[in-house]
């Protein structure tokens, strides 16, 4: 088995709400596309929960600003 699927699949398990921007992070230092990618979805789709969290902090701005502007939009089409 390739090492970073059974990585991405390791990793993408454990996502959820409380650790989606660690392993976000981690899925970039490790050099994993597909597990950031599935990461970074996971959090614009629970974005309200994720942005409520401590480590928000650590996001890159250009990624802040993306689930931002989602979450604007979501709030003017309701």
Same mark, same amino acid.
């Given at each position: ?8 699949? @390791? ?6 709400? $409380?650790?989606?921007?660690? /392993?976000?992070?981690?899925? !970039?230092?490790?050099? =994993? *596309?597909?597990?950031? @990618? ?6 614009? $789709?629970?974005?309200?929960? /994720?942005?409520?969290?401590? !480590?928000?902090?650590? =996001? *890159?701005?250009?990624? @802040? ?11 003017? /089409?309701?």
């Amino acid at each position: 088995m390739n090492l970073n699927l059974y990585i991405w699949q @390791l990793l993408a398990a454990q996502l959820d709400t $409380s650790n989606a921007i660690r /392993v976000w992070m981690e899925a !970039d230092r490790l050099s =994993l *596309p597909k597990l950031k @990618l599935d990461c970074f979805n996971y959090m614009l $789709s629970h974005k309200q929960e /994720v942005l409520r969290r401590e !480590d928000v902090d650590q =996001l *890159p701005a250009n990624a @802040l600003n993306t689930i931002r502007a989602h979450r604007e939009e979501q709030n003017q /089409v309701i």
